[in-house]
């Protein structure tokens, strides 16, 4: 019996499969309306200055999850107040990425794991 937590609308399942890491955004993404509608919604629930603290934290978290849920790919990214900016896509570009990288540098970048 299939899931009924994964929302087979999700862009992540659209097109062909499987998807290539090098074929999915990379750089900033701007939250698409369905993530502004549902931020939206939970503003309304939960009191200003506690939403205040957590808004960039749920728009990042939602536009990264929105684009690569259910791909089981690991994506490196940087939060920004506008949405989260891509920095890589799967195995082999996030070891090459943090081969780069400082240590201090990695610890202010998110993981997402799209399982």
């Known amino acids: 019996m299939p899931s009924e937590f994964i929302d087979p609308r999700a862009p992540s399942l659209q097109g062909k499969h499987p998807k290539v890491p090098a074929d999915l955004p990379h750089g900033l993404l701007r939250p698409p309306q369905e993530v502004r509608e549902r931020i939206e919604q939970e503003r309304a629930k939960h009191p200003a200055e506690a939403f205040a603290r ?16 259910y791909l089981n790919l690991e994506v490196l990214y940087r939060p920004t107040p506008q949405g989260p900016e891509v920095l890589a896509v799967g ?25």
């Open 54 to 69: 957590a808004e960039e934290r749920l728009l990042n978290e939602w536009t990264i999850a929105h684009h690569f849920d």
């Open 91 to 115: 195995p082999e570009e996030v070891l090459a990425l943090k081969k780069t990288l400082p240590l201090a540098e990695q610890r202010k970048l998110k993981t997402f794991l799209g399982y």
